[in-house]
């Protein structure tokens, strides 16, 4: 399973590190340790990420270590060796919409920045994923953090040796790329 547990963390939720935990920075995408007990404060629980303010800053934390926030962990999805092409992109789409802007909660994939993804059969044999994407503005500073959550989460997939997320801004990104859900969820008709 890919979304979080049936315990639910709130937005304003104050806790304190259960354990040393890693977490990603926003918007800068570097992995670093929190120390145990650490106050954090969530910021949004959605997919299978958390994400936390703490001391100013806004972090993710991915679903293996949300038991630091009192949670059971998510692990990563796995598609085993030998699926079809067919297999490999349900499985990519699947991933993509368990991830979600750290400040924006609705996926990506309804939110409307994923263009696109193809599976590429290379010559020696292995598979190459590569997704087309964008960001609700060119200047956004999320681009690099969703993206590499995007690849994590899809490289679950044994048979890919490679997951490529390209950033374009043609055609440049629009509310009305979002799907109906994610206009309500987000208020925005």
Same mark, same amino acid.
């Given at each position: +399973? ?64 949300? %038991? ?57 044999? @292995?598979? +190459?994923?590569?997704?087309? +994407? ?43 790329? +979002?799907?109906? %859900?994610? @206009? ?6």
């Amino acid at each position: +399973m890919s979304q979080l547990s049936s315990k639910r963390l709130n937005k304003g939720d104050k806790l304190q590190l259960l354990r040393e935990t890693e977490v990603i920075s926003v918007p800068f995408g570097k992995a670093i340790t929190l120390p145990q007990g650490e106050p954090v404060e969530v910021m949004q629980a959605r997919g299978s990420t958390v994400s936390i303010g703490h001391q100013g800053r806004l972090y993710m934390v991915e679903g293996s270590n949300l %038991d630091a926030l009192g949670l059971p962990p998510v692990e990563r999805p796995i598609l085993p060796k030998g699926a079809s092409n067919d297999q490999i992109a349900e499985f990519a789409w699947q991933q993509l919409r368990t991830c979600f802007d750290p400040e924006i909660p609705v996926n990506i994939v309804d939110l409307g920045l994923v263009y696109g993804l193809k599976v590429v059969d290379l010559l020696d044999g @292995r598979k +190459m994923l590569n997704i087309k +994407m964008t960001l609700t503005a060119p200047g956004c500073g999320m681009g690099e953090v969703i993206a590499s959550d995007a690849r994590r989460k899809i490289q679950g997939a044994e048979d890919l040796s490679q997951v490529n997320t390209e950033i374009v801004f043609d055609p440049p990104w629009s509310r009305e790329m +979002m799907t109906e %859900d994610a @206009r309500l969820e987000l208020g925005m008709f």
